[in-house]
């Protein structure tokens, strides 16, 4: 499914490892040169400057052209419609001549291509069929975004099909009325403690290894949804904006406590789930809730201005930094300051396997000592003389 070379993708994997490898020093020249040799990578990525080059030359050539047909184009209504749709469609194909026929891999050109190609289509469909309810079009989103990541493993549509698919649970609970306007945040949380739990799943199997960085950015995602769904300013405001202030007034007094626990009890649950399980991920969503939970105190019950507020956070958090990188300089308890490999588990045994192939020469059979049998009329039967 995925339209990239599997193969590259896997030697890719390789080198990167062999890259911090050599840069720990755990490797030597020669061997991270035969790792190279031995582990080819057919594909196309600039640097990060060159690839913000060519991402914004992609789009001006492709709105360019995009405005030279509409031009040509004599009446508005469908024919601009059918105009994007068809300007999209030409966007992924040549994106696939790009992956198949020049080797790019998140090179610019492809990421703009397929970003483009999604919102034109979008957009024409959008507009051709004008009698497209809400719900229909975060389906349409959802089923293009996942598509898109199935092939092209993007982690922007990542996010797409996971906000497209919580997009279609609001406007399918939120039509319920009143329980709808009180389920819709424990629905929220379910959906997101779920889609989590299978992208940690998925990221240590060896069939979804290509998706591991839509994987990783997808869980973080979660973690965030999760938290937000019960966040009080969130669920409070979300209720004000769709069913007015009656509808927020009203809700039960226990739901309300409920909520500003949350708010504030999650990115605790977090940090300590992050550093007992040595998982960056909860660290940082969890130092991400913090923030949210301090703006939400502050929103309700601003105790200080705000100039003085800021300069007192940043005076704590870079006191704490300091602190903590000190104390951290020595490896405590797992803990460390210094940076650490940052090993694949997937490409770590192909790596190894490469350097006890060229470390080790392959066994070869033992030479011949010689004797040959022979001699005698006996037909080489050993006799050496007269019967």
């Given at each position: ?17 062999a ?5 720990e ?99 024409g ?62 629905s929220?949380?379910?959906?997101s ?19 591991r ?45 409920f ?6 009890i ?21 130092l ?49 300051f ?9 490409a ?5 396997s ?10 070869t ?23």
């Open positions: 499914m995925i339209a990239y070379n599997t193969e590259g993708l896997d030697n890719k994997n390789i080198q990167g490892q890259e911090r490898a050599l840069a020093h755990t490797i030597t020249s020669e061997e991270h040169a035969a790792i190279l040799t031995a582990c080819p990578v057919p594909f196309y990525t600039p640097n990060f400057f060159i690839r913000i080059g060519l991402f914004l030359l992609t789009v001006v050539i492709v709105l360019c052209s995009g405005g030279l047909l509409t031009l040509m184009v004599n009446s508005i209504g469908d024919s601009l419609a059918i105009l994007l749709f068809f300007t999209g469609l030409i966007c992924i194909g040549v994106l696939e001549y790009l992956v198949y026929g020049k080797r790019h891999f998140r090179s610019g050109a492809d990421d703009a291509l397929l970003w483009l190609a999604a919102g034109l289509i979008f957009a469909i959008d507009l051709f069929a004008s009698h497209i309810t809400d719900l229909q079009l975060w389906i349409l989103a959802f089923v293009m975004a996942c598509w898109c990541t199935l092939r092209y493993a993007d982690r922007i549509m990542a996010l797409a099909a996971f906000g497209s698919f919580l997009g279609i649970l609001f406007y399918t609970i939120g039509e319920w009325g009143g329980s709808g306007r009180l389920l819709l945040p424990f929220i949380m379910a959906a403690a779920v889609t989590g739990w299978l992208a940690a799943d998925f990221h240590n199997r060896h069939r979804y290894r290509h998706y960085d839509c994987l990783v950015l997808l869980r973080a995602a979660t973690l965030l949804t999760f938290y937000g769904a019960g966040n009080i300013i969130i669920v409070r405001e979300w209720q004000i904006s769709f069913f007015g202030w009656r509808a927020a007034a009203n809700t039960p007094h226990l739901l309300e406590v909520f500003w626990a949350w708010s504030l999650i990115p605790l649950l977090y940090l300590v789930r992050g550093i007992l399980k040595k998982d960056r991920i909860f660290l940082w969503m969890g991400a809730g913090v923030g949210a939970a301090i703006y939400t105190i502050r929103y309700y019950h601003p105790m200080l201005p705000l100039e003085w507020a800021m300069a007192i956070g940043g005076a704590a958090l870079i006191t704490l930094s300091y602190s903590l990188i000190s104390y951290l300089r020595k490896p405590r308890s797992g803990f460390t210094q940076k650490e490999p940052d090993t694949d588990p997937i770590t045994p192909q790596l190894e490469l350097l006890i192939a060229e470390t080790f020469p392959p066994a059979p033992p030479a011949a000592d010689g004797f040959q049998f022979g001699g005698g009329t006996g037909g080489g039967g050993g006799a050496g003389g007269q019967y």
